[in-house]
C-alpha cells in the first residue's frame, strides 16, 4: 500500500499516560498534517510539517507535540492524556497544493 | 484568517430526495475550496474541487464568490450517500499554503 499509513490502529491507555502515534506518508509527499476528530468537534486540526520543518500550528495542546523525521514520517506525542484525548487522530499527507490524502487514522481511547 | 462553516451537524433525507449540504466560507484572497467524504469506516478522501468544476458520484459544487458559499448538491440521494462530508478552503497566511476544514455534516439518507 503506497498510501499514507498510520500505527496503531487502536491504543486504550490510562490518564496521565504518554503515547506515540506514527505517520508515514505517501511516497514523494513531502507535508504531514495532522488532525484530531471527535464527535462534538468535528476535524481539527493540530499542526503541519513540510520536509521536517514546523510550517503552521493549529489547536494543539502544550501537552502534544509532534515531529517530522529525515526520512518523512511523522510522530505526533500526546503526554498526561485526559478523558478528552479520547478521539480519532488523523494523518495527512500532500505533495505540494492543497489536496490531501488521509491515512485510516488511529482511535485513542483513555479510560 | 480563513474559516469555515458548515450550520447542520447532521442532515437527514430521503432516498430519491434533493441533498444540499451547506458551506461558507471566510477569507480575504482567492480560495481554493474542497469537499472531503468519509464513509462508515473509511478514511477521508477527496470528493470534489471547485476548480475541477466537475460532477463526481452525482454530486456538484458551485463557488459562489458574492454569497462566500461552496455548498455541495445531489439532485436525487442514494442510500451509499451516507458519509460525513466535510468542507475545506486552501488559502495562504503567513506565506504558507494552510487547510481549514469545517466541523463536517453528517448526511443520513433514509431507505
Known amino acids: 500500500d503506497s498510501g499514507v499509513t498510520q500505527t496503531p490502529k487502536h491504543l486504550i491507555t490510562a490518564t496521565g499516560q504518554r503515547v506515540t502515534l506514527r505517520c508515514s506518508p505517501r511516497s514523494g509527499d513531502l507535508s504531514v498534517y495532522w488532525y484530531q476528530q471527535s464527535l462534538d468537534q468535528g476535524l481539527q486540526f493540530l499542526i503541519h510539517?513540510?520536509?521536517?520543518?514546523?510550517?503552521a500550528k493549529g489547536n494543539i495542546l502544550e501537552r502534544f507535540s509532534a515531529q517530522q523525521f529525515p526520512d518523512l514520517h511523522s510522530e505526533l506525542n500526546l503526554s498526561s492524556l485526559e478523558l478528552g484525548d479520547s478521539a480519532l487522530y488523523f494523518c495527512?499527507?500532500?505533495?505540494?497544493?492543497?489536496?490531501?490524502?488521509f491515512g485510516p487514522g488511529t482511535r485513542l481511547t483513555v479510560l | 484568517a480563513q474559516r469555515v462553516t458548515q450550520p447542520e451537524k447532521l442532515l437527514s433525507v430521503f432516498k430519491g430526495a434533493p441533498v444540499e449540504l451547506k458551506c461558507n466560507y471566510s477569507y480575504s484572497g482567492s480560495p481554493e475550496l474542497f469537499w472531503y467524504v468519509q464513509y462508515s469506516r473509511q478514511r477521508l478522501q477527496l470528493l470534489l474541487r471547485?476548480?475541477s468544476r466537475e460532477s463526481i458520484k452525482g454530486f456538484t459544487a458551485d463557488l459562489n464568490k458574492g454569497e462566500t458559499s461552496f455548498h455541495l448538491k445531489k439532485p436525487f440521494a442514494q442510500e451509499e450517500d451516507s458519509a460525513m462530508y466535510y468542507c475545506a478552503l486552501s488559502g495562504h497566511a503567513g506565506g504558507y499554503q494552510k487547510v481549514t476544514f469545517g466541523i463536517g455534516t453528517k448526511l443520513q439518507v433514509i431507505p
Open positions: 510539517y513540510y520536509n521536517g520543518e514546523e510550517r
Open positions: 471547485h476548480i
Open positions: 495527512a499527507s500532500s505533495v505540494v497544493g492543497p489536496e490531501q490524502f
